[in-house]
């Protein structure tokens, strides 16, 4: 799927930017490139999988969605690192092996892959992007977060609808170790926000504090607002997801 026409690249001059910022930059999208090709991978084993399992058909399509969506991404975050000068990673250069999951039974490894991917990580992923999207000042920043974010809120729609479903009628047991799944998951999200957070006085914990307008321009966080950040959106969105779902 081709990104956005409607987003001039040529509009992002990173001459007229602090180099260091811009340098800074550079690395964050070529990750991001990373990360999006990765979310391909995932999603494409994800469509096998729900096929094989014979989901219905709705289910099929919205992955199939996403694929397009995750390939939009990433071209999208390639030609933001191009615009700043930064040198693109090839797709050779950040795929990534997927784990072999031959043993783990099919409709245990659409719902792993569900509360993973849909649930837990666009839970995240939308509270990071809609910040800053809010508050990038350069427009073309801007329009790229939100191509971006709009497509990642409705895959954090689709998760809780497709978990609740497979979760519907299943014995207590069974949930429990869901719930032990899905908390190992945020876990590993909240603990690397604890440790920063740790080093910061409790009476600064507060994204105020953290304005950052200059790394907002470019689509920038820095550790203490990032932490932040992935405090709220557990506390605000994912939390009361997971309660309302049994695996809180």
């Given at each position: 799927?081709?990104?956005?026409p409607?987003?001039d ?51 099929v399509?919205?992955i ?8 939009r ?28 999951l ?6 245990e ?9 849909f ?7 939308v ?8 508050r ?19 895959h ?9 479903r ?19 998951i ?9 440790e ?53």
């Open positions: 799927m081709p990104s956005d409607a987003i690249f040529s509009a992002l001059d990173p001459g007229a930017l602090p180099p260091e910022l811009v340098q800074h930059a550079r690395i964050v999208w070529a990750d991001r490139v990373r990360t999006e090709y990765q979310s391909i991978q995932i999603a494409a084993r994800f469509l096998t999988e729900a096929l094989a399992a014979g989901e219905p058909l709705e289910v399509q919205r199939s969605e996403t694929i397009d969506e995750e390939l991404h990433t071209e999208l975050c390639g030609r933001m690192c191009a615009a700043l000068g930064g040198r693109v990673p090839a797709p050779g250069e950040v795929a990534a092996p997927l784990a072999n031959g043993e783990v039974p099919l409709d490894r659409v719902l792993a892959s569900a509360i993973s991917l649930l837990v990580s666009e839970a995240f992923s509270g990071y992007l809609r910040d800053l999207e809010a990038a000042s350069h427009p073309v920043t801007r329009a790229v977060l939100g191509a971006i974010a709009g497509d990642e809120a409705e954090e729609a689709f998760g809780p609808e497709l978990v609740a497979k979760l519907e009628g299943m014995p207590a047991a069974k949930r429990a170790a869901w719930r032990v799944f899905t908390g190992r945020v876990r590993a999200h909240l603990a690397r926000a604890e920063i957070l740790s080093r910061i006085p409790p009476a600064d914990r507060m994204l105020d504090r953290f304005p950052e307008p200059e790394r907002a321009s470019l689509g920038l966080l820095g550790e203490a607002r990032l932490a932040l950040l992935c405090e709220r959106t557990y506390r605000e969105r994912l939390a009361p997801t997971l309660e309302k779902l049994g695996l809180g």
